[in-house]
T-cell receptor
Framework: ETGVTQTPRHLVMGMTNKKSLKCEQHLGHNAMYWYKQSAKKPLELMFVYNFKEQTENNSVPSRFSPECPNSSHLFLHLHTLQPEDSALYLC????????????????FGPGTRLTVL | GNSVTQMEGPVTLSEEAFLTINCTYTATGYPSLFWYVQYPGEGLQLLLKATKADDKGSNKGFEATYRKETTSFHLEKGSVQVSDSAVYFCALSFGNEKLTFGTGTRLTIIP
């Protein structure tokens, strides 16, 4: 596989369930991101990891718990979500966060469409 | 803080029409500017970018020019196709920092 892959593509869960989203990048990148895409809102950056270390948590509720075991994999663990958390969750990667010129080109996965009942 | 404002969608055009999607930004300094495109069922893909004033980014017949006087980066295409139907996002970043996105503009091209 090439690029950035995400699984599952669709997920329906109840408010008491625990589930995990998975992202894998095959680009040799060192930075990975989770975004939330809701209708009629700008993309919301949730978490940033650089060389497996979390560098940004954008005031995300604790019911979302990220994990980055290595530079190629990123997880988002979900627990006791609310219906308003229903959205498309996008993973992205970029070379890294150090010394890049010309802007930060990110490569996105296809997303996981999450529905919380 | 930094922000990006895009024209409200949805935009519906006939095939071969001229396209403009407006984008303006607010930032301290001179960021790099991007257009990303999201086709149905897919993630975002970089369409084009410009890293300094007066630069023109171009790809797949789309163009955008970095105008620092008007803090704008409008997306244009001379003749759109049905396959251009997608959501288009304008974004900015400073160096290697995070991207700041606009809300996206949904474009539908009818045959």
């Amino acid at each position: 596989e090439t690029g950035v892959t995400q699984t599952p593509r669709h997920l329906v869960m109840g408010m008491t369930n625990k589930k995990s989203l998975k992202c894998e990048q095959h680009l040799g990148h060192n930075a990975m991101y989770w975004y939330k895409q809701s209708a009629k809102k700008p993309l919301e950056l949730m978490f940033v990891y650089n060389f497996k270390e979390q560098t940004e948590n954008n005031s995300v509720p604790s019911r979302f718990s990220p994990e980055c075991p290595n530079s190629s994999h990123l997880f988002l663990h979900l627990h006791t979500l609310q219906p308003e958390d229903s959205a498309l969750y996008l993973c992205a990667s970029s070379q890294d966060l150090k010394g890049l010129a010309g802007g930060n080109e990110q490569f996105f996965g296809p997303g996981t469409r999450l529905t919380v009942l | 803080g930094n922000s990006v404002t895009q024209m409200e969608g949805p935009v519906t055009l006939s095939e071969e029409a001229f396209l403009t999607i407006n984008c303006t930004y607010t930032a301290t300094g001179y960021p790099s500017l991007f257009w990303y495109v999201q086709y149905p069922g897919e993630g975002l893909q970089l369409l084009l970018k410009a890293t300094k004033a007066d630069d023109k980014g171009s790809n797949k017949g789309f163009e955008a020019t970095y105008r620092k006087e008007t803090t704008s980066f409008h997306l244009e295409k001379g003749s759109v196709q049905v396959s251009d139907s997608a959501v288009y996002f304008c974004a900015l970043s400073f160096g290697n920092e995070k991207l700041t996105f606009g809300t996206g503009t949904r474009l539908t091209i009818i045959p």
